[in-house]
């Protein structure tokens, strides 16, 4: 076969490009295009790769796409989140005995034993719940994912508004001829968490009913892999939940900030205020990182704002 002199044989991994103003067989060789291969010499053009699949490194064969998600097998996050959250949720389980070995002495009996119990078990659900964002998703656990911390998130956020209203209320009952004395006792803090956790798990249960949740596979985001992640369905219905525990814990921050300069015999408000003060800080942190992260980072992060405003509130 003849062949020109002008031009070099274009390997596999590049297609022929015209080069302007000399004879048609003189021509150049240009590589193929992101996406595209070739796979025989002298090739007129390139030819693209299916959705699924990503050409190797000489773009002269196409080959699978790496699945990324955040892997037992692979990451070394995935060990470091499951033992953070058994190290903590260990920790709160070990409190919750003390509370229910010494529940009748008078100082946890003065700490509102149930609001006590109900925010160490919450606590230890949203430590456990981050095992539910390891592993390749699939559909089921994409719509536990984020009802399984945010019922949990906002019963602890309202157990310890409650805890703080009572404060509040206690401080005032102590005054001769106040009227709050009525409202000190364990059904009003009982209430007050029933009604505000029921909100939140209303909201979960439109939200799973209209849009829930699901997997996808996201191909676009970055070259050669596929993103396994969750959709969250309605955007509405998570940043109403996010939303939602949100207003509960400014409300907390702000009520306990103004009660922390009350007696010593009164000074838990002042935990309460640290507590909140890193829970809202860690959040606030959270959204634009969450926003402008894709993939396995973008669910790292969550669990790290789990991990962090969980600590917080124990301790």
């Not at 037992?72 to 920790?91: G, H, N, P, Q």
């Amino acid at each position: 076969v003849p062949r020109g002199r002008c031009s070099e044989e274009c390997l596999p991994g590049f297609r022929k490009s015209v080069r302007e103003g000399y004879h048609p067989c003189c021509y150049n060789c240009a590589p193929c295009s992101e996406g595209e291969i070739s796979n025989h010499s002298d090739s007129k053009s390139c030819k693209k790769c299916p959705e699924n699949e990503w050409p190797n490194k000489a773009k002269n064969i196409c080959i699978d796409k790496v699945n990324e998600y955040l892997s037992y097998e692979e990451d070394i996050l995935v060990l470091f989140f499951s033992v953070t959250s058994v190290i903590f949720a260990t920790t709160s389980l070990f409190i919750l005995g003390l509370f229910v070995w010494f529940r009748s002495t008078p100082i946890v009996r003065a700490n509102n034993r149930n609001l006590s119990f109900i925010l160490l078990l919450s606590l230890i659900l949203s430590f456990l719940s981050v095992f539910l964002f390891l592993g390749r998703p699939v559909d089921i656990t994409c719509m536990l994912q984020q009802v399984t911390f945010g019922v949990p998130f906002t019963i602890s956020a309202t157990s310890i508004l409650a805890k703080t209203i009572m404060v509040f209320i206690a401080f005032k009952a102590t005054r001769p001829g106040s009227s709050c004395r009525k409202w000190v006792g364990v059904k009003l803090p009982n209430t007050f968490m029933l009604f505000c956790s029921s909100i939140q798990v209303m909201n979960c249960i439109l939200w799973l009913s209209i849009s829930p949740p699901f997997q996808e596979y996201d191909m676009d985001s970055y070259p050669g892999k596929i993103l396994i992640q969750c959709n969250e369905g309605s955007v509405i219905g998570f940043y109403s939940m996010l939303g939602y525990m949100g207003f509960l814990a400014a409300v907390t921050f702000v009520l306990a900030f103004m009660v922390r300069t009350l007696p010593d015999s009164f000074n838990e408000a002042k935990y309460i205020t640290f507590s909140m003060l890193v829970f809202c800080s860690v959040w606030i942190a959270m959204i634009p990182a969450y926003l402008s992260t894709r993939g396995k980072y973008m669910v790292a992060v969550e669990i790290f704002a789990i991990l962090t405003s969980s600590a917080g509130i124990l301790m």
